[in-house]
């Protein structure tokens, strides 16, 4: 089932939750809603639930205004942050539990009922966990149950708040993995909230990014990624260095220093004279033992952390700011830097984001 | 986590003098300390019951059945026991209703009613009683008119009634408030999204998560209903057999120097406040599980239980 929602908004008292937003979700996607807590992602997502009403705008199911239809009129799967599993129901009742309050022409019998709850767990793998309580499981079955639980009354939408928010950094990703699997099983449309941006950028085929109620960027993650719209998403879905500089003659000058590099796509030939902020992502820094080239920043080597994939290496620029800059084991085993080391640093690539003041 | 509390002051026996605990007390201060409550706790509730039941059999087991099964006797218990039947049931329903809007709504005057529920509790009973004298008396607001109609409430069993209700008002409501502001709203919107109409939440979700609550304040508000003096005395008229409830038949038989009978009726009401005592235990303890459960660290509790 598509979604849309059209210039919805909702405040809360004098706080503007959601400010004007309108955003259409084709059948089948799996979207991200990404942003920072107050961004307004979970208001969105509860609103879509019904469980929410909107100060203004409309929701649209299928091309059918829904905005006055009720929560239970909906037909979404909702999965809470913390579950809500009742916790007085074992997991089996759980999961029965949307079954069993359909009016009574609608009910199924006892034994499909049955069926189709084990059948369920099954596809959640937790098919021996029926007569368990909730308080009996582990953070990351819970949310299976929470799950399997939404697609018992066969759900047009499945609706995600934070589904992994509250589980430890390894289940988190074998879920998210998970997810990612059944979604391509199912192909229902689902939207989850997240404020990770490793998460969207690997489970979700379309992010949308919110910061204070408004969207920032809407596209695949390939595209915010490489193409951000704003400096918020270009410091959201990564870590990022800021550089302060000017633009004369259409040329990027940070501290007095040319940077020669064609940056993202924004015609500067024929700016003179303005502000402008320069992103570097810390791989896209290079250090050098010497000054080579005109765009070379002297610095002092803070901290090096090689236990990872990559070395992180943080700095301080000569005028006082921090850097991060990531290096490659290789490249780092030839430089043969250590702490408080003098090094100059160069952006690698021409890939930098400069934001216009 | 238990387990490590319990451990601890086993480590602290088995190494003995040397690390105290810096909440600990010394030896003497907590002997002088358990040893007061203790001599407080005896003096004014251990004795006296004891006197209760000793006073209430002192002429013999014939004559304490005597007294409890005279006429007049069991017009009281029966008065006791339909006023609670009625005051119960009518705080339970307003007690789930104020706890459910409290707890759930954001309203107008909602500190108001905050407030209010708890009016019994800060105005003796014995104004209470007063108030429906004034409204409903022969020379009330509505008196003339009761009396055209022919209608009693003062000195007659409906004044009764709506004593014990006013009274007893606040111990439902009160002790299902934290517990529903405590447990959120997140089961129920769950419910609501799978499907569930308004009364199918209340009744599958709503209900069940608060039973505990819900039963030790319906348990607490029962003793309340049954013991309540002042305000009843006020409205009652004492006609025996009529309007006396057990609270106080026991006075007039006391102030009629029946000392083993009226002590035979309070041991009645005694035994009341005991089993009222162990079943708020009983209920206490299971209520104070409920939510420590649910937040419980997953696995490890549960595992060992199944």
Known sequence: MSIEVRNLRKTFGSFVALDNISLEMPTGELVALLGPSGSGKTTLLRIIAGLEMPDAGEVHFDREEATNRSASERKVGFVFQHYALFRHMTVFENVAFGLRVRPRKLRPPEAQIRSRVEELLKLVQLEWSGKRYPSQLSGGQRQRVALARALAVEPRVLLLDEPFGALDAKVREELRRWLRRLHDELHITSIFVTHDQEEALEVANRVVVLNNGKIEQAGTPEELYHNPATPFVYNFLGNVNLFHGRIEDGHIYVRGMPIALSPNGHELAHVNGKDAVVYVRPHLLDIALSPNGKASFPATVKHINAAGSKVKVELESQWGDPVQVELDHERYRELGIQRDARVYLKPRENKVFIYQI | ?306
């Open chain 2, 1 to 306: 986590m238990s387990s490590a509390e319990v451990r601890a002051p086993n480590s602290i026996a088995s190494t003995p003098v040397h690390f105290r605990r810096a909440t600990a007390e010394r030896p003497l201060t907590r002997v002088i300390l358990i040893g007061t409550a203790l001599l407080f706790l005896s003096l004014f509730l251990i004795i006296p019951v004891i006197a209760v039941f000793s006073e209430a059999l002192a002429k013999g087991v014939g004559v304490y059945f005597a007294s409890i099964t005279n006429p007049e006797a069991l017009s009281a218990i029966r008065l006791t026991l339909l006023a609670a039947a009625i005051a119960v049931p009518l705080n339970l329903v307003f007690g789930l209703a104020a706890s459910w809007s409290i707890a759930r709504f954001e309203f107008p005057c909602k500190n108001l009613l905050t407030t209010l529920i708890d009016l019994p509790f800060a105005v003796s009973p014995v104004i209470s009683g007063m108030i429906y004298v004034l409204m409903f008396g022969a020379q009330g607001l509505l008196g003339p008119w009761l009396i055209a109609h022919n209608i009693h409430i003062i000195f007659a069993v409906p004044g009764i009634v709506l004593a014990t209700v006013f009274v007893t008002f606040p111990y439902v409501a009160r002790e299902l408030i934290p517990v529903m502001e405590a447990s959120g709203t997140d089961e129920e919107e769950a419910a609501i999204t799978l499907g569930a109409s308004g009364w199918q939440t209340f009744f599958r979700i709503t209900v069940p998560k608060v039973k505990w609550a819900l039963l030790y304040g319906v348990v607490i508000c029962n003793a309340r209903a049954m013991g309540e003096f002042g305000a009843v005395s006020v409205v009652s008229g004492h006609i025996l057999g009529l309007t006396v409830t057990m609270p106080l038949y026991v006075e007039v038989l006391y102030n009629d120097y029946q000392f083993t009978a009226s002590f035979a009726v309070a041991s009645l009401l005694t035994l009341l406040a005991l089993v009222t005592l162990i079943a708020k235990r009983l209920l206490g303890g299971d209520a104070a599980e409920l939510p420590l459960a649910a937040e419980a660290p997953p696995v490890t509790a549960g595992r060992e239980a199944a």
